[in-house]
């Protein structure tokens, strides 16, 4: 049995896998055992959950593989200071200590680290390195239920690569084209991130979520001044207008003036029609290269396959776009797709191209509904629930999920925490708040009275996959939450004509379809597609949900607050719980009424978590 560790840390979204013989076996990120959001330091916690999941020794591993390459990223880094001195010197003096104390001599600083999860390892010849992007592309085919498929990975900056075309054929995957830093799509989508005032390496689905709400009027003024587009979607970066290469911050006074206005403050500045417009705007310029680059890919390599991985990917409104735009026959995307996927993606790519072992594909892909972090039984869920004062019922499955779905149905807010936690950014039905898509106000009270965020911030239907097509335009499996479609016409409700001379966020209140939780402002919907062979509770639950009121939809959302992880442990879930106007909460076979607990239990979850 051949046992691989990934790690991926040290930037943002840290995580750790473990496969054996191959097979997935376990993967988190850091963030959800620290409860920092995208902790970046080293996975310690993730590292020991996988191992022991997996029943092995840190000692007992066989290959340690760390998803990119320090020297690499440190030439990079070297280059670009020589380049554009003396201009970005301050950044420099800030970078240099940490990366010479440090990140250049990575293998031993691995090595001690590693040591703290087990004092009997020892052998550092067992630790090697990856490619950043490579990682990304391993992630994204090696899983994929594709023989052969065109890999893109997009995201800010792996060592030189911002975004990389591979081709993948049975167990070989082959990195055929790349565009260097400084000229990056993640980091122009970043950059007005940054402008928006949303926080960089968070914010981005922000950025994504505000867009419909504006209309696009600054297309020409980006093509024209910050990025050049060829016609098979590659692209330059204009850098006069940024300041990420040798600055502290992501744009610049030249920036500024171009738009005629200077970054948003977050603490003090209201969102305005500006900055949906402007949201509007880049999502547009995102969504037009990313299907150029498709275009131009399918024509050039006639492969019918797709994979999608690195940050890019999670704009789940691009991937839609290109779904519809019918360019490739079938697409998957790593629902890791980010940093934390880097960690599966490197133990991925030393079986099969270090190792050179055999690659079986099946008509599914290997993620296991990306239901790889820890579980929790339910004589242990019980006993938590106990010490914590937690007044609870324990229920046969049947009637948890007929109260669950009763609940539902009359307008509650329930946290629903079964099975295994996903792995990637998604809730899908392991660690969830579930609310009636019906529900005209439902959108609304999760954002303000659970979620204590932004009110316009959208909400994804969880479906049975049977019905997809009878509620969206789309007739795919997307069981990760990474495609956006629209909801079919005789579902919607179109506006009034006074409706349509509302602004922004006003219109965030009108009825748009039969199920407005989850209809965006622009009839569009990120959709979960749930099938009984991957999450059978979840799945019996959303049924029994349609069996009451016809609607095989249930809202889906992540169960946390703003600015805090998606939930781990039951210890978790009861915080959230008792922190929020949550109405119930099931976990395992145990189901709790908010009014029934103890209200000195009751937390102040507002200030708990830095806002992102």
Known sequence: MTKILGISAFYHDSAAAIIIDGKIIAAAQEERFSRKKHDPKYPYNAIEFVLNFAKVKLSEIDHIVFFEKPFLKFERILETYVAMA??????????????????????????????????????????????????HAASAFFPSPFEEAIVLTADGVGEWATTTVAVGKKNSLKIKKEIHFPHSLGLLYSAFTYYTGFKVNSGEYKLMGLAPYGDPKYIDLIQKNLIHIKDDGSFRLNQDYFNYTTGLSMTNKKFHNLFG?????????????????????????????????????????????????????????????????????????????????????????????????????????????????????????????????????????????????????????????????????RALGGRSILGDPRSSIMQKNLNLKVKYRESFRPFAPSILRDNVNDWFELNEDSPYMLLVANIKKEKQKQMTEDEKKLFGIEKLNIKRSEIPAVTHVDYSARIQTVSSDTNKKYYDLIKKFKDKTNCPVIVNTSFNVRGEPIVNTPEDAFNCFMGTELDNLVIGNCYLIKKYQNPALKKDYTKNFELD
């Not at 630790?127 to 992007?133: D, G, N, P």
């Open 261 to 425: 206005q200077n970054p948003r403050d977050s603490k003090k500045d209201k969102i305005t029609q500006f900055h949906m417009d402007i949201a509007s705007s880049i999502q547009k310029v995102t969504e037009d290269i990313m299907i150029k680059i498709c275009r131009s890919l399918r024509k050039e390599f006639n492969i019918p396959n797709l994979c999608l991985a690195g940050g890019v990917a999670l704009n789940c409104v691009a991937n839609g776009k290109i779904l519809k735009e019918k360019i490739f026959e079938n697409i998957w995307i790593q629902p890791a797709a980010g940093d934390a996927g880097g960690s599966l993606g490197a133990a991925l790519a030393f079986w099969y191209l270090e190792l050179n072992k055999d690659r079986e594909v099946t008509n599914k892909d290997r993620m296991n509904g990306s239901y790889l972090g820890p579980s929790f039984g339910n004589e242990e869920i019980k006993n938590k629930l106990n010490n914590l004062g937690a007044k609870f019922e324990i229920l046969e499955e049947d009637v948890l999920i007929e109260k669950t779905a009763d609940d539902l149905s009359k307008g509650n807010a329930v946290g629903w925490f079964q099975g295994r936690m996903e792995f990637g950014p």
């Open 86 to 135: 003396p201009r970005g010197f301050l950044q420099f003096s800030k970078a240099m200590p940490s990366w010479l104390r440090e990140k250049l001599f990575q293998k031993k600083m691995l090595f001690n680290l590693l040591k703290k999860n087990d004092i009997n390892f020892n052998e550092i010849s067992k630790i090697s390195f990856s490619e950043h992007h490579l990682s």
